[in-house]
């Protein structure tokens, strides 16, 4: 039997990592999952990064081709259906959810750009880079996907991520994660 509610087996915590390219969004995403055995790694992008890579594009072989094509589908994708990409998040997160895999799920988004992927967001941190500057993107700064990429009021905490930090920085995530699952779930306390 289907859900009707994508929830109804497991209520995840959605945890959404803002900030600028280059800011450690992704490196964090990876201190969180080898720290804390319920944590789900994923991405709106994710679809995008394994079409790029079908096609033998990578960001590490050409990394402003590599942006510039993915903020490309991107935008068609959210012209067509504003809310295409966070639609595939919630079916990623429904699968996750229904697999049983944790005891809650801690699902983890390190590209969250526009309002309405905050909206899906439970807890949203702001990583801030200190000691090193974030990727410069020439023109591509101007796409809309990073010119939304700025502290919002939406933002739960404006975590500063400083080079040989960020395992700190990840366990001040861990902790207001920890916050809102005792929250919601006074038993498991």
């Not at 490309?72 to 049983?100: F, N, P, Y």
């Not at 750009?113 to 591509?140: A, H, K, M, Q």
């Amino acid at each position: 039997m289907s859900p009707t509610n994508i929830f109804e087996y497991q209520k995840p915590v959605i945890v959404g990592l803002r900030g600028r390219a280059g800011a450690g969004k992704s490196t964090l995403a990876s201190y969180l999952n080898e720290m804390e055995t319920d944590v789900v790694r994923m991405s709106f992008a994710g679809p995008i990064r394994d079409a790029l890579r079908t096609l033998g594009i990578t960001k590490q072989d050409s990394p402003q081709l590599y942006r510039k094509l993915a903020q490309t589908i991107g935008q068609s994708a959210r012209d067509a259906d504003q809310d295409h990409w966070v639609k595939l998040a919630k079916q990623g997160i429904e699968r996750e959810c229904m697999s049983g895999r944790h005891k809650t799920p801690i699902i983890v988004f390190d590209d969250v750009r526009y309002p309405n992927e905050v909206i899906l967001c439970d807890l949203v941190f702001y990583i801030t880079p200190v000691g090193f500057n974030p990727l410069d993107l020439g023109d591509l700064a101007n796409h809309e996907s990073e010119k939304m990429n700025r502290k919002g009021p939406g933002d739960s905490i404006q975590i500063l991520n400083a080079v040989g930090r960020g395992v700190y920085a990840a366990e001040e995530i861990l902790k207001a994660v920890r916050a809102e699952v005792s929250r919601r779930n006074p038993r498991r306390r």
